[in-house]
């Protein structure tokens, strides 16, 4: 990769936007990483640069505000050159039954998780456009495709990022234009947005099992974001596959079996939530923060299926290869 590779981070501070700014560093990518929490975008920032990056700057940014973004875009391209690479990542959830929402908490969770991205994605397409140049990545989740209860705004914002960047391929296609824009539709990670997610739940919350570190879903937005054809999507893990081809044909049957499960699935039952605990939704939660949760002893570092999508193209040829000599084999034995 050219060592000029400028990469902006959204959500950065922790989680898999931490695991996915750790990936670009070891590729030489310059990085600008942006984030509420200032304290907390100071560690990744250090860790970037002892991971190889030459250059990784730290921007507290809430993107919920287009103002912020814009002048975060500007800030990065006066220090650090024109931006190459945009992963839009940052987001907020509420775990709560419908009932108990309030409009409130569901426009937050719309500003960031889903307009966000639209600001995120606006700061990187007028800069990119001039050039006519760059790749903007969209962290999304299987569950833009398959919601799931108890988290209603979020599984919304999702599907609305899959309706706003179609129209946007649309248009770009239009254009003739070389930006890339690709999405990365996640499974369950085992990441801190489980330790400071606004809960109304009985029990404390939790990745539906099965669960991956983050490092591994980082790996595919990295390539994502350093292909020079990116795909259009990206299905990480199974347990995505399985979700998005399963909502295409039996939508109904998973209304039924997630209404049956989805609730225990959701919840660490030997945990009772704590009704004091401090929440990311309105405010970040103040100190330092990891990439990865508290579910590391349950979580999987290795997935065939993550191996077989970043390699396809080599599996490909080499089964291709293989089919022939095979075939060529079959030829002269026959002879």
């Known amino acids: 990769m050219p060592p000029s590779r400028m ?3 959204t959500g950065a501070s922790a989680g898999l936007g931490r695991s996915i700014a750790h990936g670009f560093a070891k590729r030489g990518a310059k990085l600008a990483l942006l984030a509420r929490n200032p304290e907390a975008l100071d560690a990744p920032a250090q860790e970037c640069l002892a991971l190889g990056s030459p250059n990784a700057i730290s921007i507290p940014t809430d993107v919920s505000a287009p103002e912020a973004v814009e002048a975060a875009a500007d800030k990065v391209e006066s220090q650090l050159g024109p931006i190459d690479v945009w992963v839009n990542n940052a987001m907020v959830s509420v775990f709560s039954p419908i009932k108990e929402m309030t409009a409130d908490d569901y426009r937050r969770v719309t500003d960031v998780t889903y307009l966000g991205y639209v600001h995120g994605t606006l700061a990187a397409y007028r800069r990119m456009r001039s050039r006519d140049r760059g790749t903007i990545v969209q962290v999304g989740s299987a569950l833009s495709y398959r919601s799931i209860p108890l988290q209603s705004a979020y ?3 999702k599907h609305a990022i899959n309706g706003f960047t179609d129209s946007l391929r649309c248009e770009l296609h239009h254009d003739n234009s070389r930006i890339r824009v690709t999405t990365v539709q996640m499974p369950a990670m085992n990441t801190v947005q489980f330790d400071w997610v606004k809960n109304r739940l009985p029990d404390n919350t939790q990745p539906v099992p ?14 994502a974001g350093l292909a020079r054809h990116p795909r259009r999507e990206y299905w990480v893990g199974m347990p995505t596959v399985a979700a998005i081809v399963g909502q295409k044909f039996i939508p109904g ?7 049956k499960t989805g609730y225990t699935s959701q919840q660490l039952a030997d945990e009772p939530r704590n009704p004091e605990a401090p929440n990311n939704l ?7 923060h990891s990439a990865r949760g508290k579910f590391t002893a349950r979580s999987t570092r290795h997935s065939p299926a993550i191996a077989i999508s970043l390699h396809r193209n080599w599996i490909a040829l080499g089964t ?11 030829y002269r034995k026959t002879k």
């Open 253 to 259: 049957l998973l209304d039924l079996y997630l209404g």
């Open 155 to 157: 599984c919304a914002s």
């Open 210 to 223: 099965p669960i991956f570190d983050p490092e591994l879903a980082a790996e595919v937005v990295v390539a």
């Open 282 to 288: 309105y405010h970040y939660v103040p100190g330092t």
């Open 320 to 330: 291709a290869v293989a089919l022939a000599i095979g075939a060529t084999t079959l």
């Open 7 to 9: 990469v902006v981070i």
